[in-house]
């Protein structure tokens, strides 16, 4: 009984601010429930049915989703892998260069986004006045669809790479270095060292890293909300921001709603994905 | 060239690289507080890193614009209440899931860890609706009620447990043996040991009510009441578009504070990161 006074503070807001809304959105996601004409009806699996069969923005919305994951996911680990191995060993000027790598991971995503939104302006923007230096005509970055796409993913690693170098530094530290000594002795070059003795032990964190990364991906918001507003052309707009907007600029709620067990499952099926990759690796 | 001197001209070639690499992390920081002296067209004239004109001006209209002090002011004062609150309930529950054996135990952990997968973005329809039922829509309290409550206390809670789990039982039973109650070992001992865990927890919940976003957006209407991320992303004209040397000037503001607390404890608060990504 003892034991419930110490939990009883989280569990009860985890019951109400958690465990309601959970069930509750399984619920809305079956109504059709516009927000300014105040009624609800029960519709059954219709907003699903929506969404997958009939609107095509929700095929639109997914496909930048994967867009943004396949741009971001490959292009943050193999930056982060690349920093933490030049990173893990002591060295003049190691501790600078960390701080520096991690310094975007602390700063707000809004913030972050309002200065690089600055720097990318099509006409006067810094970017394009360096670029035009060299002879090169800018494009307006953020005013079309790829060039924001792409605008948005990178500007989303630099922002976000040092969390995931942070953890590949640290499981960097955890291989024994008589591991690559022996190597050496034996006369492996240092790809071969890479290739054959630390890729490899780095798997595990490899995979963990790879989920959580995709994970967050999906979750973006803040930074294409300050950056581009989803747009232009809808060309930007992902799961999370076409939820905020469906949700709360258009009050569908019940679509919103149906959108939001979506993600739902998508998430879940990454998150069951990386157990079962974690056992795998364990064993 | 001998063994020592092209090592040498390895690890210059190496720094010279990471130099270049490092160089879109920090820029935009530079260019930040720059522009943010600027004058509207001087913004837009010939990049130049030292203003021409140092319009401290801009710093004055900042707070003029909006409230910018009173923004400033709730973002301080919910971030240290929802740390603080946080500390102490993700505390009590995880040291109970460490250290108590009691019925339900395993179904609790079973829901939390299924919170812990969860996006906010996915109970953020209904949350509304229970704001709203209760009144609470415009003020702070579901700013501090649903990240205490939500994923980030839950990963929290695993943390801590994940510390007290470590903690040698020795002093514990040693202080029960005393007279001590559960909740003065917890308080008593368990706790003084935890400093490392309660930093780390401390400070990346304090950053990550520091820099919340969907909440304030979507709860908040009043200039009064809003929060340093939505004021900052509210400096624009009334056509919409962004002022640039005020905007730059507001997040110069909110950013450099945090910046320079970072660079005094960067040790310890990228060890916190290190140490609740490897859990989460």
Same mark, same amino acid.
């Given at each position: 009984?003892?034991?419930?006074l110490?939990?009883?503070? /989280?569990?009860?807001g985890?019951?109400?601010?958690?465990?309601?809304?959970l069930c509750?959105?399984?619920?809305? /996601?079956?109504?059709?429930?516009?927000?300014?004409t105040?009624?609800?009806a029960?519709?059954?699996?219709?907003?699903?049915?929506n969404?997958?069969?009939?609107?095509?923005?929700?095929?639109?919305?997914?496909?930048?989703?994967?867009?943004?994951?396949?741009g971001?996911v490959?292009?943050?680990?193999?930056l982060?892998?690349?920093?933490?191995?030049?990173?893990?060993?002591?060295?003049f000027?190691v501790?600078?260069?960390?701080?520096?790598?991690?310094a975007?991971?602390?700063?707000?995503a809004i913030?972050?986004?309002?200065v690089?939104?600055f720097?990318?302006q099509?006409?006067?923007?810094?970017?394009?006045?360096?670029?035009?230096?060299?002879?090169?005509s800018?494009?307006?970055?953020?005013?079309e669809?790829?060039?924001?796409?792409?605008?948005?993913?990178?500007?989303?690693v630099i922002?976000?790479?040092?969390l995931n170098m942070?953890?590949?530094?640290?499981?960097?530290?955890a291989?024994?270095?008589?591991?690559?000594a022996a190597?050496r002795?034996?006369?492996?070059s240092r790809?071969q060292?890479?290739?054959?003795?630390?890729?490899?032990?780095?798997?595990?964190?490899?995979l963990?890293?790879?989920?959580?990364?995709?994970?967050g991906?999906?979750?973006?918001?803040?930074?294409?909300?300050q950056?581009?507003?989803?747009?232009?052309?809808?060309g930007?707009?992902v799961?999370?921001?076409?939820?905020?907007?469906?949700?709360?600029?258009?009050?569908?709620?019940?679509?919103? /709603?149906?959108?939001?067990?979506?993600?739902?499952?998508?998430?879940?099926?990454?998150?069951?994905?990386?157990?079962?990759?974690?056992?795998?690796?364990?064993? | 060239?001998?063994q020592?001197?092209?090592?040498?001209?390895y690890r210059?070639c190496?720094?010279?690289? !990471?130099l270049i690499v490092?160089?879109?992390?920090?820029?935009?920081f530079?260019?930040?507080?720059?522009?943010?002296?600027?004058?509207t067209?001087e913004?837009?004239?010939?990049?130049? !890193?030292? $203003? +021409?004109?140092?319009?401290?001006?801009?710093?004055?209209?900042v707070?003029?614009?909006?409230?910018?002090?009173?923004q400033?002011?709730?973002?301080?004062?919910?971030?240290?209440?929802v740390?603080?609150?946080t500390?102490i309930? %993700?505390?009590?529950?995880?040291?109970?899931?460490? +250290?108590?054996?009691?019925?339900?135990?395993?179904?609790?952990?079973?829901?939390?860890i299924?919170a812990?997968?969860?996006p906010?973005?996915?109970?953020?329809?209904p949350?509304?609706?229970?704001?709203r039922s209760?009144?609470?829509?415009?003020t702070?309290?579901?700013?501090?009620?649903? $990240?205490?409550?939500? $994923?980030?206390?839950?990963m929290?809670t695993?943390?801590m447990?994940?510390y007290?789990?470590?903690l040698?039982?020795?002093?514990?039973?040693?202080?029960?043996?005393?007279?001590?109650?559960?909740?003065?070992?917890w308080? +008593?001992?368990?706790?003084p040991?935890?400093?490392?865990?309660i930093?780390?927890v401390a400070?990346?919940?304090? !950053? %990550?009510s520091?820099?919340?976003?969907?909440?304030?957006?979507?709860?908040?209407?009043?200039?009064?009441?809003?929060?340093l991320?939505?004021?900052?992303?509210?400096?624009n004209? %009334?056509?919409?578009?962004?002022?640039?040397?005020?905007?730059?000037a507001?997040?110069?503001?909110?950013?450099?504070p945090?910046?320079?607390?970072?660079?005094?404890a960067q040790?310890q608060?990228?060890?916190?990161?290190?140490?609740?990504?490897?859990?989460?």
């Amino acid at each position: 009984m003892e034991a419930w006074l110490f939990v009883s503070p /989280s569990a009860i807001g985890f019951l109400i601010f958690f465990l309601g809304p959970l069930c509750a959105v399984v619920y809305f /996601s079956m109504t059709e429930w516009n927000l300014l004409t105040q009624q609800a009806a029960f519709v059954g699996l219709a907003n699903f049915k929506n969404a997958l069969l009939e609107n095509p923005d929700f095929w639109h919305v997914v496909r930048n989703s994967v867009i943004f994951a396949l741009g971001l996911v490959p292009l943050n680990m193999a930056l982060a892998l690349t920093l933490a191995l030049a990173l893990s060993r002591p060295f003049f000027g190691v501790v600078f260069f960390r701080t520096v790598f991690f310094a975007p991971v602390v700063t707000s995503a809004i913030a972050w986004a309002i200065v690089w939104k600055f720097l990318l302006q099509g006409e006067g923007g810094f970017i394009n006045q360096m670029l035009a230096i060299v002879g090169i005509s800018g494009p307006n970055w953020l005013r079309e669809p790829n060039w924001a796409m792409a605008a948005v993913i990178v500007t989303r690693v630099i922002k976000m790479v040092g969390l995931n170098m942070i953890l590949y530094i640290a499981a960097l530290q955890a291989i024994p270095r008589d591991y690559e000594a022996a190597a050496r002795l034996e006369g492996a070059s240092r790809w071969q060292i890479f290739r054959m003795i630390i890729w490899p032990l780095l798997a595990p964190t490899t995979l963990i890293i790879m989920v959580i990364t995709t994970i967050g991906s999906f979750k973006v918001f803040d930074h294409i909300y300050q950056m581009t507003g989803g747009g232009p052309e809808n060309g930007t707009l992902v799961l999370a921001f076409y939820i905020y907007q469906q949700g709360f600029k258009f009050f569908n709620i019940g679509y919103a /709603s149906a959108l939001a067990m979506i993600m739902f499952v998508i998430v879940m099926m990454l998150t069951i994905v990386q157990v079962m990759l974690r056992r795998k690796g364990a064993e | 060239m001998t063994q020592r001197q092209i090592r040498i001209l390895y690890r210059t070639c190496w720094t010279i690289a !990471l130099l270049i690499v490092a160089i879109p992390f920090m820029f935009p920081f530079v260019w930040m507080v720059s522009a943010g002296f600027k004058s509207t067209t001087e913004i837009f004239g010939a990049p130049t !890193l030292i $203003p +021409r004109v140092w319009r401290w001006q801009n710093f004055i209209e900042v707070f003029t614009y909006q409230p910018f002090a009173r923004q400033y002011f709730n973002s301080l004062y919910i971030a240290i209440l929802v740390t603080v609150l946080t500390l102490i309930i %993700s505390s009590l529950a995880g040291y109970a899931l460490a +250290r108590m054996r009691f019925a339900g135990a395993g179904l609790l952990m079973l829901f939390l860890i299924s919170a812990l997968m969860v996006p906010e973005e996915v109970t953020i329809i209904p949350n509304f609706f229970l704001i709203r039922s209760m009144g609470l829509v415009d003020t702070h309290w579901p700013l501090i009620l649903l $990240p205490v409550f939500g $994923p980030q206390g839950v990963m929290a809670t695993f943390l801590m447990r994940q510390y007290f789990l470590a903690l040698p039982k020795e002093l514990e039973d040693a202080g029960k043996m005393d007279g001590l109650s559960r909740f003065g070992v917890w308080w +008593r001992i368990a706790l003084p040991m935890s400093r490392p865990a309660i930093a780390a927890v401390a400070i990346i919940t304090f !950053l %990550s009510s520091w820099n919340l976003f969907l909440e304030p957006l979507i709860f908040l209407s009043s200039l009064e009441m809003f929060t340093l991320p939505l004021a900052l992303s509210n400096f624009n004209d %009334s056509y919409g578009l962004p002022l640039w040397n005020l905007q730059l000037a507001a997040t110069t503001l909110a950013v450099v504070p945090i910046l320079i607390v970072y660079l005094i404890a960067q040790r310890q608060i990228i060890e916190s990161f290190a140490l609740s990504g490897v859990k989460g």
